[in-house]
């Protein structure tokens, strides 16, 4: 599939489009865009009647279904740099089922539901809106893997499924982060019960930190022989991630792959097969990041770091006291530590009258300072 030459796409995001889409497309060739079906029923009408007003009553329904679906994808209501997508959504829509086709007057009305290929309308999004995102995302990894067969009573790795998204995240700018500076705030028992955990534990570890989007998740790998006789191993392993969404938790996108290699050695088999399976899904990766990064900054809250709090009786004394400033609204505590706490303020407005009505609190026998305050996050030191 070609990158789309669309003149009313800006001529100098053409090259780097085409690059996003040729990586895109590489590392998701592999994936089957059978299962990402998304169904969406939509009504769509034309001037006319007859079966050319109904096929044209058919390309409304689909261009309205192409727009709805974009706008939720996007958090924008602005379709101006989607007009090659649009322009095309034979492209994206595999099938349609009509349900209803009637005759009002002059004017035939439908109603279809429309199958859209999801993975890339995605991908196609991604590689358009990457160039123009207004910076580039600071991305956390939490990928513990469980290799060989002594892996699940030894405990995981950190390193193997991190070491296969770094390099392309930063060939894209992203500022990646792994699990090693998590280890002054969390103890490794905490982070394997992260990577474990449901919906609300991974969401919840998203939002007490301050990165912009998080890859929770694990590789497990099995070892069989080929033959009852043979030395020769199959290695299998199964990635399973998600994409969190850091400033409200949500769940952007949930990937899995899986691969295989034949080896004698299993920890050595199980450590290709591992980085197979994540290569598989670096280029959907990419996609969940940029989509979750579109329309991200939340305007009706601000986060508070909180540096060296010390203990839980300060930060409450804390929170109490910034739940007590005019047009703030509920305080949330994200995470405590002693060196470090996170809170989620509910407040819409000015974040230089915040600063300035927030400096010189008292919070348990100590004083409130803004260390620093950019955009939308604030970092307070007790004095």
């Known amino acids: 599939m070609s990158p789309d030459t669309h003149t009313s796409l800006p001529a100098r995001f053409k090259r780097a489009r085409a690059v996003i889409l040729c990586f895109l497309l590489a590392a998701t060739s592999t994936t089957s865009w059978a299962d990402d079906l998304l169904t969406v029923r939509m009504k769509g009408s034309a001037e006319g009647v007859g079966l050319a007003a109904r096929k044209m009553a058919v390309e409304n329904a689909q261009a309205l279904v192409m727009e709805e679906v974009l706008q939720a994808m996007t958090n924008s209501s602005d379709m101006t740099l989607f007009k090659p997508v649009l322009g095309q959504a034979s492209r994206y829509i595999q099938r349609y089922d009509l349900l209803r086709s009637d005759i009002v007057g002059t004017v035939t009305e439908v109603e279809i539901d429309a199958h859209v290929l999801e993975k890339p309308l995605k991908r196609d999004v991604a590689a358009i809106m990457l160039p123009r995102l207004p910076r580039k995302p600071v991305v956390r990894l939490l990928l513990a893997e469980y290799i060989g067969p002594e892996a699940q009573a030894g405990g995981p790795t950190f390193d193997i499924a991190e070491a296969v998204f770094r390099k392309p995240m930063e060939d894209f700018g992203f500022s990646v982060k792994g699990v090693h500076d998590l280890l002054d705030h969390y103890e490794i028992g905490q982070l394997v019960g992260i990577t474990q955990g449901d919906v609300p534990t991974t969401a919840a570890f998203a939002r007490a930190n301050a990165e912009d989007v998080v890859v929770v998740g694990s590789i497990t ?30 769940i952007r996108d949930t990937l ?9 050695e299993p920890v050595e088999g199980g450590i290709q097969a591992a980085q197979d399976a994540c290569g598989k899904l670096t280029g959907d990766c990419v996609v969940a990041i940029v989509l979750a990064m579109l329309g991200m900054e939340d305007e009706t809250r601000v986060i508070v770091r909180v ?6 009786e300060t930060l409450d004394a804390l929170v109490q006291a910034l739940g007590g400033v005019d047009t703030v609204g509920t ?12 809170l989620a303020v509910d407040y819409y407005g000015d974040m230089a009258f915040f600063s300035d009505a927030i400096t010189g609190l008292a919070a348990g026998g100590r004083r409130v300072e803004v260390a620093r305050c950019v955009r939308r996050e604030i970092t307070l030191v007790l004095k």
């Open 221 to 250: 790998t099995t070892h069989e022989p080929l033959t009852r006789e043979s030395n020769m191993l199959r290695n299998r392993a199964r990635a399973v991630m998600r994409v969190v969404s850091g400033p409200d938790g949500k």
């Open 256 to 264: 899995t792959a899986e691969a295989a290699v034949q080896s004698v």
């Open 307 to 312: 540096e060296n709090p010390g203990n839980q």
């Open 331 to 342: 305080v949330e505590p994200l995470f405590f530590s002693e060196t470090l706490a996170r």
